[in-house]
């Protein structure tokens, strides 16, 4: 898995997102994956940086047209980026999480 990343996403036209390199665990009770990463979004226009930790379970599903393992049913379990302070945290939680859903929905973990 970790030789799919860092990888570069863009979300809604305005941020560009490095997503480091992976920290997996197995969650045998749900039969889905947590994962960890740290997180940079990049204005595209201000070109201004915030570094964060996005924490995120999911489930796996093999696409045998690519044949590939990929993320499917992602859900997001903490967004956080250092400099939201406490006032902007609310906002980064709601559309953080929705923006993470859609840019790591479908991402692939092995390729074969």
């Known amino acids: 898995m970790a030789k799919n990343f860092p990888q570069e ?20 009770q749900s039969n889905r994956l ?19 930790q996005l924490a995120l379970d999911y489930a796996l599903r093999y696409d045998e047209a ?9 859900r997001v ?8 302070g406490e006032r902007l945290q609310p906002l980064v939680d709601r559309l953080g999480s929705v923006l993470a859903e859609q840019v ?3 991402a692939v973990v092995y390729r074969f």
């Open 66 to 74: 690519q044949q590939a393992v990929r993320m499917t049913d992602v």
């Open 9 to 28: 996403r863009r979300a809604l036209e305005i941020l560009d997102l490095k997503i480091d390199v992976p920290r997996v665990s197995l969650l045998p």
């Open 77 to 84: 379990r903490r967004l956080q980026f250092d400099a939201a």
């Open 104 to 106: 790591l929905k479908d």
């Open 34 to 52: 947590a994962t960890e990463f740290d997180v940079v979004a990049t204005e595209r226009l201000g070109a201004r940086s915030y570094a964060g």
